[in-house]
């Protein structure tokens, strides 16, 4: 490791920005440089957790930037407003690090890779189910050949809803008034659980396909008479060798990281020589192949570095002057923005449609 990774955390609108501060307080070779937010209240949990110093806390990113001089950024802004948060960074030329989703549209995605791309620096998309062992020993398999070529993937996958947890998924009982004034239910904002989770699904799913697009898309949501988003959407993708299904959910029966729901987070991915059934934070994968129908377990064993989480990975990169590969990469991130965006209409005009670009 050839220097010390200075690095700021901007906008606190995803919780998931503590979770990221954390690997960057862990790392050997990496430091908090700065954390910035328009409301100094949504930064206090990590300024207390991390001990994060005064002269390091901002609430205008542009003296953030100028003054802590970072190395690069964490971006956790609302869906809606990633282009505009990656455009801001992009002026000070350095590599971002953004939380999931892409963005909420295409044409958002295509503006954060069109600022980078002048600003020539990297762009990441952190997509957290990339760290889950089990998902990465199932992309093992298939690049191994074992279930032969992938032609179904299957996707369901939520939790009980973004606001009964918090940094860390610490368990909280969310207000109504909390509900009524959070992002994550506002439609302006890119709320809702197609949003939410849909882009893990179609952006893991293009992983698994090896960089395939499917030819149509199909989606339904719920209507919740009293939100503006959904909470439960169901997409059909169809490819040139065919069907895969994506679901998303607030409102699973418990959250999968404390104890799996039914149907099981996951993604269970069949090949013309076998499955894989891959569930969200399992210890194993379970494999069926033609040799062995009856199907049986193979551990997963924890990722290891540099490949054990979204900070140390970048920062792998980074120092290597290699290019962001997999569901972080933003060419695989933008098809399953394709595919996200198709969804979109597709429940809006309740037809299957052509992928868009």
């Not at 606190?12 to 307080?25: E, I």
């Not at 009964?164 to 506002?186: D, M, N, Q």
Request: hydrophobic share 40%; glycine share 8%.
């Amino acid at each position: 490791m050839s220097q010390r990774w200075r690095v700021a955390g901007i906008n606190f609108d995803h919780f998931h920005v503590g979770d990221l501060l954390r690997m960057v307080h862990e790392h050997p070779a990496a430091e908090i440089a700065a954390v910035c937010d328009a409301d100094p209240r949504r930064m206090e949990d990590a300024i207390r957790q991390l001990a994060i110093p005064p002269e390091r806390v901002f609430t205008d990113y542009r003296a953030c930037l100028e003054q802590a001089r970072p190395d690069f950024v964490i971006l956790c802004p609302a869906t809606a407003e990633h282009a505009l948060w990656t455009e801001r960074v992009a002026e000070y030329a350095l590599p971002v690090l953004i939380e999931k989703p892409f963005a909420a549209s295409l044409a958002e995605a295509d503006r954060m890779i069109a600022a980078m791309t002048k600003a020539g620096q990297p762009l990441a998309i952190n997509w957290p189910l990339r760290w889950v062992r089990s998902h990465a020993k199932a992309k093992q398999f298939i690049d191994d050949g074992l279930i032969g070529e992938v032609r179904e993937v299957h996707f369901y996958d939520g939790n009980r809803g973004p606001l009964f947890h918090g940094a860390g998924k610490v368990a909280k009982e969310p207000t109504l008034a909390e509900k009524a004034a959070s992002w994550f239910y506002r439609k302006a904002k890119g709320g809702g659980s197609l949003l939410d989770y849909l882009g893990y699904g179609v952006t893991l799913g293009t992983w698994y396909h090896g960089g395939a697009q499917p030819i149509e898309v199909a989606c339904l949501v719920d209507e919740p008479p009293d939100l503006e988003v959904d909470e439960h959407s169901i997409t059909l993708a169809r490819y040139a060798k065919g069907l895969s299904r994506f679901e998303t959910r607030w409102g699973t029966f418990t959250d999968p990281w404390t104890h799996p729901p039914q149907p099981p987070c996951g993604f269970v991915i069949v090949g013309t020589d076998g499955t894989l059934g891959s569930y969200d934070y399992a210890e194993t994968v379970r494999v069926q192949t033609r040799q062995r129908p009856e199907g049986y377990e193979v551990p997963a064993p924890p990722l290891e570095s540099p490949f054990a989480n979204p900070v140390e990975y970048f920062i792998h990169c980074l120092e290597r002057g290699r290019a962001i590969e997999g569901p972080l990469s933003p060419a695989v991130s933008r098809i399953g923005q394709q595919i996200v965006d198709t969804a979109c209409r597709s429940a809006r005009e309740k037809r299957t449609l052509p992928l868009l670009d």
